[in-house]
């Protein structure tokens, strides 16, 4: 965990600073937090597990990809949304400390926001049951809520458990899912390996359609027909209108989805998010698709 997350120094500075910690975040920068009151939440796993660790009250603001729990958007302060967030936007605010998953951007704003007085550290993005447990005992860490964190961890580490459970019972071969992001001139950006959309199709027992290609991708017609989707998997935000364009579409039509109407939607800051309640979600989710599984 140390070499992605860093940790704490257990010693304080001075005997009249003991709330100061030194923090080495996922970029190995060392950060001098205190014990933060005015957190300012850049990226939806880090407030969705500040909520968990019953810290919401010392948050400040949030971005809008922290769709979970669905209160946080209601109640605290929008930093808009995590790759576009404004420097002075985020200070402006007055954070006493700016907590930020490694993806989040521009790059030039949050070189402003390392450049200020504010404490700002940098969190571990990567869509892994690993990452969420260490992110989960880093964040406690920073909040100064060891036991909390313990807790929050048994509690993630035994939903995976039964995750894990459920899968091994699951009939073979897998069920194979498609997750479309977008439509672009009537072409589906769909995900590949190295997303979370990827990550969620293996938690729930699933293969990935386009597990050949890395990263995001735009499909023609020639590559959509092989690769068979059973399963289309879509943000529920963006579902009603990415179905119907895909239904429109001579080459989807030939495939098992198609022809079955084969979609599933799922609000995706829950699904992609891979916050400590990942496990639920992934249970979630795979049950729903596994009603598209053709009795053997």
């Not at 948050?59 to 769709?67: E, K, L, N, Q």
Request: a neutral charge; charged letters at 15%; one cysteine or more.
């Amino acid at each position: 965990m140390a070499a992605a997350f860093g940790g704490a120094a257990a010693s304080a500075h001075s005997s009249g600073e003991m709330a100061q910690r030194d923090i080495t975040d996922c970029r190995g920068r060392r950060v001098v937090v205190g014990t933060p009151q005015r957190i300012a939440c850049i990226g939806g796993a880090i407030t969705e597990t500040l909520y968990a660790l019953d810290a919401q009250d010392r948050i400040v603001a949030v971005d809008t990809t922290s769709t979970w729990p669905v209160e946080a958007l209601q109640k605290k302060k929008s930093l808009g949304y995590m790759r576009t967030v404004s420097a002075e936007g985020v200070l402006s605010l007055q954070p006493d400390l700016v907590l930020s998953l490694n993806d989040a951007g521009p790059p030039t704003a949050i070189e402003q926001l390392m450049a200020s007085s504010v404490p700002v550290v940098m969190v571990d993005s990567t869509p892994t049951p690993e990452t969420i447990l260490n992110r989960t005992r880093f964040l406690a860490t920073i909040i100064n809520s060891p036991k909390e964190g313990d807790a929050l961890c048994q509690t993630i580490s035994e939903g995976f458990d039964a995750l894990a459970q459920w899968r091994r019972a699951l009939p073979t071969p897998p069920l194979k899912v498609l997750f479309v992001m977008s439509m672009q001139n009537g072409r589906p950006m769909v995900a590949g390996t190295g997303t979370a959309a990827d990550s969620m199709i293996k938690l729930t027992g699933c293969v990935n359609a386009a597990g050949s290609m890395h990263g995001y991708k735009m499909l023609n017609d020639e590559a959509l027909i092989p690769m068979a989707p059973q399963v289309v998997l879509l943000m529920a935000q963006s579902a009603s209108r990415i179905q119907s364009e895909l239904m429109g579409s001579v080459a989807f039509q030939q495939t098992p989805a198609g022809q079955s109407k084969g979609f599933v939607p799922m609000e995706g800051g829950r699904m992609l998010g891979f916050g400590p309640d990942t496990p639920h979600v992934a249970l979630e989710l795979g049950r729903r698709l596994s009603i598209f599984r053709k009795p053997s």
